[in-house]
């Protein structure tokens, strides 16, 4: 099963950044047969794309991203994906830039489109 083929996702907290509740940055997924894909943009983030694997409620990605401020980042993440009270997705993901030690958690919450 596909089950984040075609979501979208936006930050609701991040323990890197302030998130902007006005411009959060926004996630679109893909996913074939465990293989995770995707894009994002946002209110730091000018491009920013991701790959990795999906294994039941697990999500492993690596991320590469230009900055709004210029520059660029990357780094790795390990998701949890639960079901919101509505029935939405939401991903708890703890990541870590590239060159540096410090483990954050940001929240990501679905968008459900009429």
């Not at 047969?33 to 991701?50: A, I, L, N, P, S």
């Not at 830039?97 to 929240?107: K, L, P, Q, Y």
């Amino acid at each position: 099963m596909n089950l984040l083929n075609g979501r979208r996702f936006v930050m609701v907290s991040s323990t890197a950044s302030a998130v902007d509740p006005e411009r959060p940055t926004e996630f679109l997924y893909w996913e074939a047969d465990g293989v995770v894909w995707g894009e994002y943009t946002g209110d730091t983030v000018t491009h920013g794309r991701f790959v990795g694997t999906r294994d039941g409620d697990q999500v492993s990605i690596s991320y590469a991203h230009a900055l709004k401020a210029g520059g660029k980042a990357g780094g790795q993440s390990n998701s949890r994906l639960e079901t919101e009270a509505d029935g939405r997705l939401r991903l708890v993901e703890e990541f870590q830039f590239a060159g540096d030690e410090t483990r954050h958690v940001s929240v990501c919450t679905e968008v459900v489109t009429a």
